[in-house]
């Protein structure tokens, strides 16, 4: 397993990104796929996930209606599109995976699989 993140830069608020999780080797089927993201000292915190055999998406409360999960089952790719950014989204972001799936997707401590983050910053 090798996750790799990318797509992050540098936006306006109320501007978009989409992030980019692509793994290598193992399939995603079966897998609990989710964002996290940290910011300058605070802890890491939970963004999002998707559970790969159910299409279930799972979101935090501060993006619900802005942030949207979704999987490209061919390209093997989990996908963050971010909508109406605000300078409280800047942050790392990680994406993190693991098998099977957890119903505490939110615990950063449920994934042993995590990607290099990628910068993402909202300017004011």
């Known amino acids: 397993v090798q996750l790799q993140a990318s797509g992050g830069g540098l936006v306006q608020t109320g501007g978009s990104l989409r992030l980019a999780c692509a793994n290598s080797?193992?399939?995603?089927?079966?897998?609990?796929v989710a964002w996290f993201r940290q910011a300058p000292e605070k802890e890491r915190e939970f963004v999002a996930a998707v559970r790969s055999s159910s299409s279930q998406t799972f979101y935090t409360d501060g993006v619900k209606g802005r942030f949207i999960i979704s999987r490209d089952r061919a390209k093997n790719t989990v996908y963050l599109q971010m909508n109406s950014l605000k300078p409280e989204d800047t942050a790392i972001y990680y994406c993190a995976a693991r098998w099977p799936h957890t119903v505490q997707y939110y615990y950063a401590r449920e994934y042993e699989h995590w990607g290099r983050g990628t910068l993402v910053t909202v300017s004011s």
């Open positions: 080797g193992r399939t995603l089927s079966g897998a609990t």
